[in-house]
């Protein structure tokens, strides 16, 4: 087995939410399953019931309906199908069960379902003292079943009593009391809570605990919900009619996805609450054909229910053609799981914690909360947690020095030491390692201020032109034009205005513009927001640093490279031909449109001209991303055509250099239990064809390139909380470059935490990168990811590859309008022809 720690770097201590648990397994648990079937609704649908409608219902039965089967016996259900007992239930009909059990307690004649529970097996726990010694490291297909059911088990345990306070809601392994003092946020109660969930590591289980925050709507007539958000001040329904567009529009986007019971005649309230898709103006005046004659949604329900819609009712539409006036619906007790609108996002800022201490003292304060030792499910399986946070070792790496371009052509690179400053550099005074040349600027005005700012906006665009030229970007025009928005001055930027000019003033205007150079024109574009902060700064020539900023943004998009990293590690890429790819997350359709595309993306480097990314020589750190999208059938999670999309990406690298050696893949929206699907379905089809294609090329010096495959994510819990002052940076977090690979590892795949990017509010989230295939780099892949972190071109503070990943959909963007595009000379990365447009949008 190839070296999984790493050694390199500065050793220290740190402090982490993790804690100790100590579990003394019961000789024997029992695996049941427990179905709940679906029930068919008046309409003939069938409805099928949630995970937190499941537990309702599995506590009905054991607390209400059948308690002589399990008041003496402890059981744990996770709200699907699993139910986990210490003792055999004695059922009558032998090894299954089925009982009737009310839907709700509301009803005065509650739907009936049935539970049927079924014994399934034996679990032997004992199995789970080996996967956690690590004998299966690298070897998860070996891994017993027992032993992840075991951890299952675990789960549903240590969730089981938190789910069962009053009032408390729930969205996978967090748990939101309900709270005593609630926080209003216009529509919203902003709810605290806690994850919690139980880790399996090297040699040990551990707890990981974090504070979360969610905005939650309590229970309400959905009327009142729609007057919370359009208008909070004002409470008068008349305030809902005739809404103009706008809001109309903003409080559709709102409501989507929220769910509601109906509360009107047969429609009883104990039906499933059902998502809204969609909303209408006048819903009375809605028409459709009943029995084949047409009537409107206003006479329908006053022949059926006896209930008059007023005119100019707002109405909800739920499911796909059944239309509500918002009068009759109810919505019940939710998290909101849509987009939270941007005008509440500054709230839930304000009550995160506001830095490391605060956030661990908050940490231990909800351990408190959570009450593990009075939970009777924990205690009746003999598990028990250490209150003290973990305390585990880890590494501060060596940051590399940064390199510039030459000041005059006879002079040496400026290099910047990271030593002092880890993680941070100022790119002021510094002329650009590449610059881009042989560009024209353009400037858009998109702000509809012609004549009030026209001067300082002027001012902006010549003090950043010179600002371009002393970095060493040669554009064209010596003094760009400032394009207003009521008068084109050229084919281009006609059409870049038509199709943006609808968008003028609205939420989607960055969009449109960026839709519109990326895809329509195949134009770069930079948007300035036109903030009267900036303008003020432009006034008093305080804008430099904010022009130096959109400049690494510019250059880079012109195929420029700002800056590169300079360390001996970086001297291993010179070793062998390779490739860095970067899948990004798949982008799946909305829930509401399920039979819509998810989409794909593979972005790869290319070569520059005499070199790559990763070439020989002086253009080793010039690289550019060759950028591919594909559409593959809904809600797939595997990228079906990875292959395909990685095999061009070869194929044009291999046009201008040597034959490819290594493969480095980040792969990102990946969870651990899709680990072997991937490898399964995406790494080893794409080993095999690279392998048969250098049979066919007849290539003898390797059977095929050498393959790295990460994963990388960020939607995890861990953090850690430095003990000593000098291992803290100025925002209390851990220093640039901290690295964890033992302590918390996983004991079946190589992985570590690597903090790359200084702190600056909050909690530092750090990467965490899970090793599905590694034959290159060993023990020392922690520090490459490191070190190549300081090649994002747009940022003077480190990032980590998550949000490199993330800013491919940039690139993604672009290549949709290369097929487009194609007739003209256009380069796979943002630049299509050489010119940049820079367009000011209103703040």
């Not at 908050?362 to 924990?378: A, T």
């Not at 990293?565 to 359709?589: C, D, N, R």
């Amino acid at each position: 087995m190839a070296q999984r720690y790493g050694t390199e770097g500065t050793p220290t201590l740190v402090q982490t939410n993790a804690f100790q648990l100590e579990w003394h397994p019961r000789s024997k648990v029992f695996h049941y399953d427990a179905i709940i079937p679906l029930f068919t609704a008046r309409s003939g649908k069938d409805i099928k019931l949630s995970g937190a409608k499941g537990f309702e219902i599995m506590q009905r039965l054991q607390t209400q309906m059948a308690p002589a089967y399990f008041s003496t016996r402890k059981s744990a259900f996770d709200g699907k199908k699993n139910l986990y007992v210490f003792e055999v239930l004695p059922f009558t009909n032998g090894a299954s069960e089925r009982f009737e059990v009310p839907l709700d307690n509301h009803s005065r004649n509650p739907k009936l379902v049935q539970v049927t529970i079924t014994y399934a097996r034996e679990v032997n726990v004992s199995v789970l003292r080996n996967y956690l010694a690590g004998h299966f490291q690298g070897q998860p297909g070996a891994v017993n079943s027992d032993a992840l059911v075991s951890l299952s088990m675990l789960q549903v345990f240590l969730q089981a009593a938190p789910r069962m306070a009053h009032g408390a809601l729930f969205k996978g392994s967090s748990v939101y009391p309900k709270p005593t003092r609630p926080i209003s946020m216009g529509p919203f109660e902003l709810r605290p809570g806690f994850f919690q969930s139980i880790r399996p590591t090297m040699k040990r289980l551990i707890l990981n605990v974090d504070p979360v925050l969610a905005p939650t709507l309590e229970r309400q007539p959905l009327a009142d919900v729609c007057l919370n958000y359009i208008s909070p001040d004002l409470r008068d329904n008349r305030v809902l009619q005739d809404l103009e567009r706008t809001k109309f529009d903003n409080l559709k986007q709102f409501l989507r996805g929220i769910k509601v019971v109906i509360k009107l005649g047969n429609h009883a309230s104990s039906m499933k609450a059902r998502a809204i898709r969609g909303l209408v103006q006048d819903v009375g005046a809605e028409s459709f054909e009943q029995d084949g004659v047409s009537t409107t949604v206003a006479d329908y329900f006053m022949r059926a229910y006896n209930v008059s819609i007023p005119k100019r009712t707002l109405g909800v539409l739920i499911g796909h053609h059944e239309l509500f006036p918002i009068f009759v619906c109810e919505v019940p007790s939710q998290i909101y799981s849509s987009r939270l609108p941007p005008e509440f996002v500054n709230t839930i800022l304000k009550n995160v914690p506001r830095n490391p201490d605060e956030r661990l003292s908050r940490i231990q304060s909800g351990l408190k909360l959570l009450s593990h030792e009075n939970s009777e499910f924990l205690r009746a399986d003999r598990i028990s947690i250490d209150p003290k946070p973990l305390a585990i070792n880890g590494r501060f790496l060596a940051p590399p020095d940064i390199a510039f371009g030459r000041p005059h052509p006879q002079q040496h690179r400026v290099q910047v030491s990271l030593v002092q400053r880890r993680g941070a550099w100022d790119t002021m005074g510094k002329r650009l390692y590449y610059p881009s040349e042989g560009y024209t600027l353009a400037v858009i005005n998109l702000t509809g201020r012609i004549t009030i700012t026209s001067s300082l906006m002027h001012r902006f665009v010549f003090e950043l032109a010179n600002l371009m030229r002393e970095k060493g970007i040669h554009i064209n025009n010596t003094q760009p034009p400032v394009i207003q928005d009521s008068g084109p001055q050229s084919d281009i930027l006609a059409t870049m205005n038509r199709a943006i000019r609808d968008a003028q003033n609205a939420p989607g205007l960055y969009e449109n513009a960026k839709r519109a150079g990326d895809i329509l024109l195949g134009v770069p574009t930079q948007c300035v927001r036109w903030s009267g902060k900036l303008q003020d700064d432009v006034g008093h020539q305080k804008a430099n640093q904010y022009m130096n900023n959109l400049i690494l943004k510019m250059n880079g998009k012109m195929r420029g490279t700002n800056y590169v990293p300079l360390s001996a590690g970086m001297e291993y890429l010179k070793e062998k031909i390779t490739i860095v790819l970067g899948l990004g997350e798949l982008q799946h359709p909305c829930f509401l449109s399920p039979k819509a595309h998810t989409i794909s993306g593979c972005i790869t480097s290319i070569p520059w001209k005499h070199g790559s990314i990763l070439r020989f020589g002086h253009n080793l750190y010039r690289w550019l991303l060759f950028a591919q999208i594909r559409a593959q059938p809904s809600r797939m999670e595997i990228i079906e055509k990875l292959t395909e999309m990685v095999l061009n990406a070869v194929q044009d690298f291999s046009k201008t250099n040597p034959l490819l050696q290594r493969i480095i893949i980040f792969r990102d929206g990946v969870s651990e239990g899709e680990f072997e699907q991937v490898r399964m379905y995406e790494l080893e089809p794409l080993k095999a064809a690279l392998a048969q294609a250098y049979t066919r090329l007849k290539v003898t010096a390797i059977p095929r390139p050498a393959f790295t495959f990460i994963v990388v994510g960020k939607r995890h819990h861990f953090r850690f909380f430095p003990k000593r002052p000098q291992d803290q940076d100025r925002s209390g977090n851990m220093l640039s470059g901290f690295v964890i690979d033992q302590g918390i590892e996983h004991p079946v795949y190589p992985d570590f935490y690597l903090q790359s990017q200084p702190g600056l509010k909050g909690t530092s989230i750090p990467g965490h990168y899970s090793i599905i295939e590694d034959e290159n780099y060993g023990g020392d892949a922690n520090k490459w990811v490191f070190l190549c972190a300081h090649r994002f071109f747009t940022e003077e503070e480190l990032v980590g590859y998550k949000q490199y990943l993330t800013h491919s959909a940039t690139a993604m963007r672009a290549q949709r309008a290369v097929s487009k595009f194609r007739r003209q000379s256009i380069m796979p990365m943002y630049v299509f022809q050489e010119i940049i447009i820079l367009d000011f949008q209103s703040d």
